[in-house]
């Protein structure tokens, strides 16, 4: 496998693990020290992986999934993998109508120890 072909697994992993509400396997594709802008929260950004847990851990919401599309994939050094796409997130409270959010992501993915994980993610809406 490529260096891309193995951050885009990494990527559709944390995809695949958040969409199926498995946050002990979602938490763990991400380093510690992460940075996530979240575009549409306050706040904006999440300093630490800490900070993100806190925030998925205290949404209420009743169903999710996200998907991302058309994802490019650009490879520098051999230890970083650097993604842009959009995405669709759908949700719903629990009771409440379906909401649908449609915007841009980019995801830094690094190689440390041999495994793949996301160092940064920036979600932003459309204009």
């Given at each position: 496998?490529?260096?891309?072909?193995?951050?885009?697994?990494?990527?559709?992993?944390?995809?695949?693990?958040?969409?199926?509400?498995?946050?002990?396997?979602?938490?763990?594709l991400?380093?510690?020290?992460?940075?996530?802008?979240?575009?549409?929260?306050?706040?904006?950004?999440?300093?630490?992986?800490?900070?993100?847990?806190?925030?998925?851990?205290?949404?209420?919401?009743?169903?999710?999934?996200?998907?991302?599309?058309?994802?490019?994939?650009?490879?520098?050094?051999?230890?970083?993998?650097?993604?842009?796409?959009?995405?669709?997130?759908?949700?719903?409270?629990?009771?409440?109508?379906?909401?649908?959010?449609?915007?841009?992501?980019?995801?830094?993915?690094?190689?440390?120890?041999?495994?793949?994980?996301?160092?940064?993610?920036?979600?932003s809406?459309?204009?």
């Open positions: 496998m490529s260096n891309i072909q193995d951050a885009a697994e990494a990527v559709q992993n944390a995809i695949d693990a958040f969409n199926a509400r498995n946050f002990s396997t979602y938490f763990k991400f380093t510690s020290d992460l940075e996530s802008y979240a575009g549409v929260h306050t706040p904006l950004r999440f300093e630490g992986l800490a900070a993100w847990k806190e925030f998925i851990d205290g949404l209420a919401v009743g169903t999710a999934h996200f998907e991302q599309r058309h994802p490019t994939y650009r490879d520098y050094n051999g230890n970083t993998v650097v993604a842009n796409g959009y995405f669709v997130f759908t949700s719903q409270m629990d009771n409440g109508p379906v909401q649908v959010q449609s915007g841009r992501h980019s995801y830094t993915v690094v190689k440390i120890e041999g495994k793949w994980l996301i160092a940064n993610q920036h979600y809406a459309m204009f």
